[in-house]
T-cell receptor, first 107, second 120 residues
Framework: DAKTTQPNSMESNEEEPVHLPCNHS???????IHWYRQLPSQGPEYVIH???SNVNNRMASLAIAEDRKSSTLILHRATLRDAAVYYC????????FGAGTRLTVKP | GAGVSQSPSNKVTEKGKDVELRCDPI?????LYWYRQSLGQGLEFLIY????????KSGLPSDRFSAERTGGSVSTLTIQRTQQEDSAVYLC??????????????????FGPGTRLTVT
């Protein structure tokens, strides 16, 4: 079973920021938090990962709660191309994906 | 460099036949994962190989499913006596996977294009 919980779906308007939440209440001290996304008809692709500090890359930002029990993936300006299923995973070796959050971006 | 490759890209088989799906991971990656994804559904974990350790087979749905990884590289997923509910896209992923204590980037999974299996 997946160790993370995410909302099934979210909607956003194009050009607006999107905050995708994830709860990982059973995370251990050395587990990294990973985010992937799966575009329609494609395999999953890596988005970002972090341990304790917030992280930024060209795709997104990752905000990690101080207690590490939750994290938020931030897309600063959603585009139509960002419509995908977003998965968060909190275990290094047992990378079992949950159902993820299906993000719909409206023009 | 070359990414993860899978073959065949599409496979149509009759119910009851055996099929073999192949995955070529990225060279040097010690961890290899198999998943399947039914239409409109999320990823379902099947099996995980890490180096020379015994594989984690806990996701295999039945004893008709088996997988092996020869020489720590290529992996084959075998489905015996296929059933219609086996129809799905089968995805393979690999990562550097240092076991424990590695950096987060060691666990980044690179996915192959998948094999679409249709059982008629």
């Amino acid at each position: 079973d997946a160790k993370t919980t995410q909302p099934n779906s979210m909607e956003s308007n194009e050009e607006e920021p999107v905050h995708l939440p994830c709860n990982h209440s059973t995370i251990s001290g050395t587990d990294y938090i990973h985010w992937y996304r799966q575009l329609p008809s494609q395999g999953p692709e890596y988005v970002i990962h972090g341990l304790t500090s917030n992280v930024n890359n060209r795709m997104a930002s990752l905000a990690i709660a101080e207690d590490r029990k939750s994290s938020t993936l931030i897309l600063h300006r959603a585009t139509l191309r960002d419509a995908a299923v977003y998965y968060c995973i909190d275990n290094n070796n047992d990378m079992r994906f949950g159902a993820g959050t299906r993000l719909t971006v409206k023009p | 460099g070359a990414g993860v490759s899978q073959s065949p890209s599409n496979k149509v088989t009759e119910k009851g036949k055996d099929v073999e799906l192949r995955c070529d991971p990225i060279s040097g990656h010690t961890a290899l994962y198999w998943y399947r994804q039914s239409l409109g559904q999320g990823l379902e974990f099947l099996i995980y190989f890490q180096g020379n350790s015994a594989p984690d087979k806990s996701g295999l749905p039945s004893d008709r499913f088996s997988a092996e990884r020869t020489g720590g590289s290529v992996s084959t997923l075998t489905i015996q006596r296929t059933q219609q509910e086996d129809s799905a896209v089968y995805l393979c992923a690999s990562s550097r996977g240092t076991g424990t204590g590695g950096a987060g980037s060691d666990y980044e999974q690179y996915f192959g294009p998948g094999t679409r299996l249709t059982v008629t």
